[in-house]
């Protein structure tokens, strides 16, 4: 994980996160685990939950236990132990928290609405992933978002990176480990096609399947069918589809009426954060469940066909294999340090609001995987910029520019 490396190079020293007390809830595994090292050597007291019943490595959070970092967190809790966990990590030896680093908003809403009063001695806080980002909008649009945040997720080396190219690498992976199922010549549904959706029809392609899309924004309905996919509905794609992944981040996108048209053995999984997209209450209400192995459930239908689920309609390429690989995650991670730091040392500089890293930044997170990948970037000449009217050094695109 370079980025986080050079991190540790950059700021080991100085310790810009003295002081701070960050409380995280974020997939507990072995990436995790090298991002929670990296706070604590740059000056952090750190606590730590995860964001999902199912994506804690276990292993990975016994060796960050053993540290002396205190870790809530294994894989396999139940709801109300996820949200025990949670709770556990607010209050440290020597204060409340005082730094928020979430994945999804679970922390975040915990601490607004049960311990409004903590709010106010913390500097800010860090999220990770679109749906988090929803919240914290939705937040600050109700007027109950109370303290500066930093979205980590459209920062161009985390979306375009974590959520694309990690997506594009870890859902098959989830998918092969937890059925062996050969995707050549299968026709698969994507539920959306934003980034992580991009990412996932092009690996279930990539194998050899041909790949339908579901969209409700026409630009991303249109990129889809000029890269080569069908695009159609749900009620369309049941018909055929043989296995089924959402990744839209909203709810009801697999409803009883889809089930019950389904072929027999249909895959169902999910690529988004939350485990609202397939209605899995229906299922285990209408249909007898087996389960296979765990996090493979198969559910007969009282019309005698049966639905693969995967990861209990949670996200199955943290549920069923290991997540994204250490290389991308390093983007990201890299990302949420630096969002640490700046809201940490520069907290008189923020105000209440959503706020985006530098486009300075974004670019030196990219520029600290280059030599890992054996890449030689071009230098811009001192005629080139002035031709141009950039800065030799960056940032090389506007704010606005789409990557």
């Known amino acids: 994980m370079p980025g986080l490396m050079n991190m540790r190079a950059m700021y080991g020293e100085s310790k810009p996160l003295k002081g701070a007390r960050i409380a995280g809830c974020l997939h507990m595994t072995v990436q995790t685990a090298v991002l929670i090292e990296t706070l604590t050597a740059l000056g952090a007291e750190v606590q730590w939950s995860s964001c999902n019943i199912f994506s804690t490595q276990d292993f990975a959070a016994a060796a960050i236990a053993k540290t002396g970092v205190p870790v809530y967190a294994w894989k396999g809790e139940t709801d109300e132990e996820y949200n025990w966990c949670i709770e556990q990590t607010i209050m440290f030896p020597d204060g409340p928290l005082n730094m928020i680093l979430d994945d999804g908003g679970d922390l975040t809403n915990l601490v607004h609405e049960k311990y409004p009063e903590l709010l106010t001695d913390i500097r800010g806080l860090s999220e990770e992933t679109t749906t988090g980002v929803h919240n914290l909008y939705k937040m600050m649009a109700a007027g109950k978002l109370k303290v500066p945040a930093i979205n980590v997720n459209d920062s161009v080396t985390k979306s375009k990176f974590d959520n694309l ?19 050549a010549g299968k026709v698969c549904v994507v539920a959306g096609y934003g980034d992580v959706g991009k990412g996932s029809a092009h690996a279930l392609r990539a194998f050899g399947a041909r790949v339908l899309v579901t969209e409700i924004d026409p630009i991303n309905a249109l990129q889809a069918a000029m890269e080569g996919f069908e695009v159609t509905t749900m009620d369309e794609a049941v018909k055929e589809a043989r296995i089924f992944v959402t990744a839209t981040g909203c709810k009801g996108i697999l409803c009883p009426r889809h089930f019950e048209q389904m072929l027999d053995d249909a895959i169902v999984c999910n690529i988004g954060h939350f485990d609202c997209e397939i209605d899995v209450a229906w299922l285990k209400d209408n249909a007898e469940k087996s389960e296979v192995k765990p996090q493979v459930e198969r559910y007969t239908l009282k019309n005698g066909r049966h639905i693969i689920l995967l990861a209990e309609g949670r996200l199955v390429n943290l549920g069923c294999a290991h997540g994204h690989p250490s290389f991308v995650m390093s983007n990201s991670f890299t990302n949420q340090v630096l969002a640490q730091i700046e809201l940490w040392t520069k907290a008189d500089q923020y105000k209440v609001g959503v706020f985006f890293l530098p486009k300075k930044l974004d670019e030196e997170v990219a520029a600290a995987h280059l030599s890992h990948l054996g890449v030689k970037l071009t230098k811009l000449e001192k005629d080139q910029a002035e031709y141009l009217g950039l800065p030799q050094s960056g940032p090389f695109k506007p704010d606005h520019y789409r990557y």
Do not use: F, H, N, Q
Request: contains cysteine.
């Open 165 to 183: 190219y990690g997506c594009r690498e870890s859902l098959v992976d989830g998918i092969k480990r937890a059925t062996d199922v050969m995707l």
